[in-house]
């Protein structure tokens, strides 16, 4: 349609704003606010893709590769690991366990909410506006700094060697005829790399569902520690990626106290507009 992108970006992220005025307060609008929330997010990050020139012409690629080969003592993790660990005759039990913990991840971070939700409901707005904020920073970064992932820069003769995307190498013969239409439908802008959103949104939800009982803690640390292995082996994100995930973490953490007065202002003009509605 050739929508302009700040008419798009404006008409999706108005969208839980307007779920809040037109419709009371229930548990049912708390989730579907989140649900827009994440569509907003899902199109806003693609919106740089539709010009893959252009975007190309911003792409960064090498400044992760060197601070991960500082970080790995003159080679990059995600080369060690697969040289160590990945069998050159094809994929072993552990490249598709590491796989299907990544692909799970889709759904990890809303499986946690969830879980909040329903053991806690009054719990529930402050966990959704911290996810929803990992996002949105995550997001704000991709636009200002898109960046190439491991597998992309290995494609493309930037690593010095190759590096496998062990997650195409499972996922073609696992799913068949089915791959092509699920990988082009998640994988909207190559270049969303740093941060790691996959890391930083499962690390706040283990410190979200540690707040909830030791034992969801601990379920949320394990799948967050293991995706964050899965993510350097199988290609998909620099070590430095995930740092800067767990660093957007600790912002959103420390900075709540900041943002909170404010976010529950803006809340109660929505309020206010809900009321009117409501008239």
């Known amino acids: 349609l050739r929508v302009p992108p700040a008419i798009t970006t404006a008409a999706v992220a108005s969208a839980p704003f307007a779920l809040a005025v037109l419709r009371p307060r229930t548990r049912a609008r708390d989730v579907g606010i989140f649900a827009l929330q994440m569509w907003a997010f899902t199109v806003i990050h693609e919106l740089p893709y539709d010009d893959p020139e252009r975007l190309r012409a911003r792409l960064r690629v090498r400044y992760p590769i060197r601070v991960d080969r500082a970080l790995g003592g003159g080679r990059l993790p995600t080369r060690r690991l697969q040289q160590a660990l990945a069998s050159e005759d094809g994929v072993r039990s552990r490249d598709a366990f590491l796989s299907i913990v990544h692909w ?18 009054q719990r529930f ?87 909830m009982g030791t034992d969801a803690g601990v379920a949320g640390w394990a799948y967050a520690l293991t995706l964050g292995f899965a993510l350097v082996y199988l290609g998909e994100h620099y ?41």
Not at 186 to 210: D, E, Y
Not at 261 to 269: G, Q, T
């Open 104 to 121: 799970a991840w889709f759904l990890q971070p809303h499986a946690a909410l969830l879980w909040v939700l329903l053991r806690d409901e």
């Open 125 to 211: 707005p402050r966990a959704a506006r911290q996810m929803a904020a990992a996002f949105d920073i995550g997001c704000a970064v991709y636009m200002a700094v898109p960046t190439a992932p491991p597998w992309w820069a290995g494609e493309n003769g930037y690593t010095g060697g190759p590096v496998r995307r062990i997650m195409v190498e499972v996922g073609e013969p696992m799913w068949g005829r089915a791959w092509e239409p699920l990988y082009k439908s998640l994988g909207g802008n190559p270049w969303a790399a740093m941060p790691s959103l996959h890391f930083a949104t499962s690390g706040l939800s283990a410190i979200l569902l540690s707040e």
């Open 239 to 279: 070590v430095v990626d995930l740092l800067a995930g767990a660093a957007i973490v600790a912002l959103i953490r420390r900075g709540e106290p900041l943002v909170g007065p404010i976010a529950e202002r803006i809340s109660a003009a929505v309020q206010r507009l809900e009321r009117l509605a409501a008239a």
